[in-house]
């Protein structure tokens, strides 16, 4: 019996891939005032029928109407008058069963809690002067500083001084300030100094109940239900389909006019439901990946995982990113559990986006939660991206390496003391993750070779939304009775070493004015207690900013930091040798990327005691030492040996 069962279940399987393919831009509606076109892709329907509603919720269909079967598996109907203001699902007859309506998997617009489809006309979703929106200039990959933050955590709290609280037009108010008097909000961004703003999931998810918005219902979003529909919470009227997408592109063009290029945060791997997702109520079983004896599988971690190697799946993912690209105006994309796609996928998807903007970036986390049908060859994870040109992962050596274990909360990292076992971790993120004949490939936490082709391949970070923020992270690593201390000049040591890295640096929200969570690590559906930025901290941690804000600066002002290629940085990147002092140090020169710095020295001291170290024998300038920045110092000190701080950093240059 069991033999029969997965002859049966093997034969699905194959069965999949004999699925119609159809590629026509016209899935699922296409309105004029004239008439409405309504298309699905259902291949396994028996019957399909379109019911027409007055409202986004409640109340029974005011038509039910039959839809025709077309070529490619696509079911269609027009209804030749303005259906402008109505709202739509479809339904599917399988098996002598109707399924649950669905608003369909190309949904772009919907009533309150995505439920139903909209039809709506677009040009009333455009904020003035769309068509002249523009992003900022990007030159180069390596030129990126990622900043991660989630909608409701950056303006809820009640000290933010942000009207629009929790909502995307949170991030077009200028002049916000702290009751302190600090800027907040998006001048806080700017003031920073990063350049691209990565926003969580902002796609229409399933388990914040948009009609009870004061509950104070909380997640970050990972939970996808409407692919290619702005998130109604987010907006100031979820029943209104119109009012969610003008505010995400007034959000879009806001950002754009300050200085900012947008990244959305995108998680095509999973669905929050299975049966009832909308995938499954129009092709079941098809967008979904299975195990051996047909159940579902879960390399996500959350109870299934999408199946981009099928030929409809992989054209929904990049279909949908290139409308969030075209439509919103999209700079960026990053992928949730990016190891669950396949590399065909995900190197067609940027071969496509690349046709829209060449300045697009893309990345996503190089690794699955579980084991995977998808054979580890055709991953898309970070030992295959030498096969994915252009596209970035997070380097987790460098995290783990920095600032201790994810997997062990109490141990700590090389900027928090723990200087055995991690000098190569962190010297592969100064790398970038490339390949380099000072790094020992043996001697790293996770992986065994470089991996990236060129720096901007790596993003290096210490934190995210997912885990421990940094300060938790330290708190529990860093014992002692001199712990409470030593926690600003770690805090700083970590954010100089990621910083000056080459590569991609990445991060967290908050981050930069010590933001802890309460030692909560997974923090997706705690209160806003837990998540919310307190604004106050700008001002108890306001050192700590202004350290981060001149680093940035730094960075920005000197291509050294920014080297494009792994060439490059054989060439100007050298490691000094240091012995067993627990100090991590490198020259960047002559002239570094066209730097107008001749040489540039950076020392890192992990001990929780000052160090000793050998500067080469020159006249340099100190630009960083002891915790403090000053890029415009006179400071000399010649060559010789010298002593660096407990915890700090010395940055020297020579013209």
């Known amino acids: 019996m069991e033999k029969n069962n997965n002859q049966s279940s093997t034969e699905q399987l194959n069965s999949y891939d004999k699925y119609p393919y159809y590629d026509g831009s016209d899935l699922e509606l296409v309105y004029s005032p004239e008439q409405s076109s309504f298309t699905l892709w259902a291949p396994t329907a028996n019957k399909v029928r379109l019911n027409l509603y007055s409202s986004g919720e409640n109340g029974s269909p005011e038509e039910q109407l039959e839809m025709n079967p077309a070529e490619e598996g696509v079911w269609r109907i027009n209804i030749e008058r303005d259906l402008k203001g109505t709202f739509y699902t479809f339904q599917i007859e399988k098996d002598g069963n109707w399924l649950d309506e669905t608003p369909g998997i190309w949904a772009k617009a919907v009533g309150v809690n995505g439920n139903r489809a909209a039809i709506i006309d677009w040009n009333e979703t455009n904020p003035e002067n769309w068509e002249s929106d523009k992003a900022p200039e990007l030159h180069m990959y390596s030129d990126i500083i990622l900043y991660e933050l989630h909608h409701r955590d950056f303006s809820i709290a009640p000290n933010s001084g942000i009207k629009n609280k929790g909502k995307f037009l949170a991030l077009t108010e200028s002049g916000t300030k702290t ?61 209104n389909p119109v009012v969610r997408i003008r505010e995400f592109k007034e959000m879009v063009k806001y950002l754009h006019q300050n ?100 300045t697009i970036f893309i990345y996503g986390e190089g690794w699955i939660a579980a084991d995977s049908p998808l054979p580890p060859e055709q991953r898309a994870v970070k030992e295959n991206i030498n096969k994915m040109e252009g596209i970035a992962v997070f380097c987790d050596d460098f995290r783990d390496g920095v600032r201790g274990s994810t997997f062990d909360e109490h141990s700590a990292g090389y900027a928090s003391g723990n200087i055995n076992g991690h000098y190569e971790s962190v010297k592969f993120g100064i790398v970038g993750g490339t390949e380099h004949p000072q790094v020992d490939y043996n001697g790293l936490l996770y992986s065994s070779k470089p991996y990236a082709a060129a720096p901007s391949q790596v993003i290096n970070f210490v934190s995210c939304h997912d885990g421990y923020t940094l300060v938790d992270k330290l708190k529990l690593s860093v014992q002692g009775e001199q712990a409470e201390n030593e926690l600003v000049p770690i805090v700083k040591l970590v954010n100089t070493i990621l910083l000056t890295a080459q590569g991609v640096p ?150």
């Open 179 to 239: 009751p302190e008097g600090k800027s907040s909000g998006l001048d806080h961004l700017k003031e920073l100094g990063v350049t691209h703003i990565h926003i969580l999931p902002s796609f229409d998810f399933a388990t914040v109940d948009e009609t009870k918005l004061d509950e104070n219902n909380y997640n970050w979003g990972y939970d996808p239900k409407n692919y290619n529909v702005p998130d109604g919470s987010y907006s100031t009227d979820p029943a």
């Open 506 to 655: 990445f991060i967290r929200g908050g981050e930069e004015i010590m933001q802890d969570k309460q030692g909560e690590p997974n923090s997706f559906q705690s209160p806003d207690e837990i998540n919310q930025i307190d604004w106050s901290l700008k001002t108890k941690n306001f050192d700590v900013f202004q350290y981060i804000k001149e680093l940035i600066t730094l960075r920005k002002a000197h291509p050294a930091f920014r080297i494009p290629t792994t060439e490059g940085i054989q060439q100007w990147l050298r490691f000094l040798d240091t012995g067993d002092s627990g100090v991590i140090a490198y020259t960047l020169g002559e002239h570094a990327n066209g730097d107008e710095w001749k040489e540039i020295f950076v020392a890192y001291n992990g001990n929780r005691h000052p160090a000793d170290i050998s500067i080469p024998e020159q006249e340099w300038i100190v630009v960083c030492r002891n915790g403090q920045i000053n890029l415009n110092s006179q400071d000399l000190i010649s060559g010789g040996n010298t002593q660096i701080s407990a915890s700090s950093a010395l940055i020297l240059y020579r013209k």
């Open 259 to 358: 200085g900012f290029r947008i990244v959305l945060d995108v998680v095509y791997n999973h669905t929050a439901s299975t049966d009832h997702s909308n995938f499954n109520l129009t092709a079941p079983g098809y967008f979904y990946r299975q195990n051996s004896d047909g159940s579902y599988s879960n390399g996500s971690g959350c109870g299934n995982e999408t199946a981009s190697e099928r030929e409809m799946v992989r054209h929904y993912i990049i279909e949908s990113v290139k409308f969030w690209a075209k439509e919103y105006h999209i700079n960026g994309f990053r992928f949730d559990l990016m190891g669950i796609h396949d590399i065909e996928t995900m190197n067609r998807l940027r071969e496509e986006l690349l046709k829209i903007d060449p």
